[in-house]
Nanobody
């Protein structure tokens, strides 16, 4: 089966930076889109950014000035470079992938990672 594993979260002071990583493993046919979402305490999950295997990106308006998403297709890995972090960026960050399964045709499945915690202190 397919698994997504995030890493890179932690505690950082306001104004600092972090780089999150997420690798997809398993019986993958092809990855169409990978993305990052976040879930602040007590709030609903929201979009951070997405990127296609071709490199097309989409950012939430509040994130695009400070965050950068990138993808390494050969490694099935997506990254999120976060800069100028603010306390309101504190959240659990989740990796997402829309992909086909090996031998499964063109039907696309959505997978989620377990999340990685990011805490920004003031």
């Amino acid at each position: 089966q397919v698994q997504l594993v995030e890493s890179g979260g932690g505690l950082v002071q306001a104004g600092g930076s972090l780089r999150l990583s997420c690798v997809a493993t398993g019986s993958i046919g092809s990855i169409n889109v990978m993305g990052w979402y976040r879930e602040p305490p007590g709030k609903q999950r929201e979009l951070v950014a997405t990127i296609t295997s071709g490199g097309s990106t989409n950012y939430a308006d509040s994130m695009k000035a400070r965050f950068t998403i990138s993808i390494d297709n050969a490694k099935n890995t997506v990254y999120l470079q976060m800069g100028s972090l603010k306390p309101e960026d504190t959240a659990v960050y989740y990796c997402n992938a829309d992909l086909t399964l090996s031998g499964g045709g063109r039907y696309t499945y959505r997978y989620w990672g377990q999340g990685t915690h990011v805490t920004v202190s003031s």
